[in-house]
Structures are given as C-alpha cells and as structure tokens.
C-alpha cells in the first residue's frame, strides 16, 4: 500500500479537529485495513493464551491437511505438495504479522516442513525426478528456520531440538534435499 505524504499545514488542521472528530476518522481508517484491525484487536484485547491458541490452531490445520487422508485427491508430485505448503506458509507469515508470535514461527514452520515427510513419502519417493523445486523450497525455508534459532536465546533450544533434527534427518534422507543442504549450509544435525 502507497503512502502519501501530508502537507504540514494539512497534518497541523488534523491535529487541530477535536477530539471526537480525530476518533472517528481514526476508526474510518482502521476498518479499511483488515490486517491492521486484527493485529490490533490482539495487541489491545488479547494475550498470550490467545496467541497460542491461534498458533496451536494453525498448527492442527496444518496436520490436517497433510495427513495421508487430506492429500488423497491430489496428482500426486512434489510440486502440488510445495503448493500446499507455500498455501500455509502465507497463514503462517499472517499469524506472525498479527501476533508477533516468534516462537511459533519457528514451530509452525518446522510443522510444515516435517509433516509432508512425515505422511506423504510415497509421493515425495515416487517422483522424485519432478523434486527440484520441492527439494529448493525446503532446503530455503529450513535455512529461514536455522537463522531464526540463532536469534533465540539458548533456553529455546531445548524445545527445539526434536523437531529441527527430525527436520535435518528427512533432509538428508531424501535425494533431492540431500544435495542442496550443503549449498544451503545447513548442518547434518543440531545440537543446543
């Protein structure tokens, strides 16, 4: 979205309506961006319980979706299954938009990137002369993950540890990302 910018003597007639005029104004402005209303409705009306709500609710469509039932209809390639995720990724990226929520980035996105390995191998495995682009959006969005830990404190890390080597180790055991790990420096296993 563009900004304009306001004329000084445009800005000072603003700050110069009363009170109640600035307020409806402000609440016109406000509903014309839906994101900005939602993030707003967390930061003044919600807390941390309702932030892991959101999160873990996320987190069960996520499993949903990639369950051995939930891909049944699909063509069957790796391609269709990156789609899916990218799909998700952009709620992920929308949930952290809102709440701020840098854990769950981390743990959404280590979600996301598990749970096609973990249920849909027969996909993955059955063509995997179709992965590149599969194997080059993992092997991206693992590295986003390993960059996003470092900025954690050491705390984290022990939360963590599961899931980034369950991540490492599909990683490593599928052909496509196997080769791309060292280009993407990601390491062959996580300690804290």
């Known amino acids: 979205m563009a900004t304009t910018k306001i004329p000084d003597a445009l800005k000072q007639a603003i700050k110069d309506l009363p009170d109640q005029e600035k307020d409806k104004l402000l609440l016109r402005l406000i509903a014309k961006d839906k994101m900005l209303v939602e993030r707003l409705n967390h930061q003044l009306l919600e807390d941390e319980v309702d932030m892991e709500q959101k999160r873990e609710a996320l987190a069960a469509q996520i499993r949903h979706h990639f369950d051995t039932e939930g891909l049944g209809f ?113 390491p062959r296993h996580w300690e804290y």
């Open 74 to 186: 699909w063509s069957h390639t790796p391609g269709l299954v990156m789609m899916e995720m990218r799909s998700f990724s952009g709620e992920i990226t929308r949930h952290i938009k809102i709440t701020k929520d840098k854990y769950g980035e981390v743990q959404l996105n280590l979600l996301l990137i598990n749970m096609p390995f973990r249920t849909q191998q027969k996909i993955l495995q059955g063509n995997r002369h179709r992965a590149d682009k599969f194997a080059d959006y993992v092997c991206k969005k693992a590295q986003l993950i390993m960059k996003k830990l470092a900025s954690f404190d050491r705390d984290y890390y022990l939360e963590f540890e599961k899931d980034v080597n369950e991540m490492l180790r599909h990683l490593q055991q599928y052909p496509p990302t196997a080769g791309l790990m060292q280009y993407y420096q990601l």
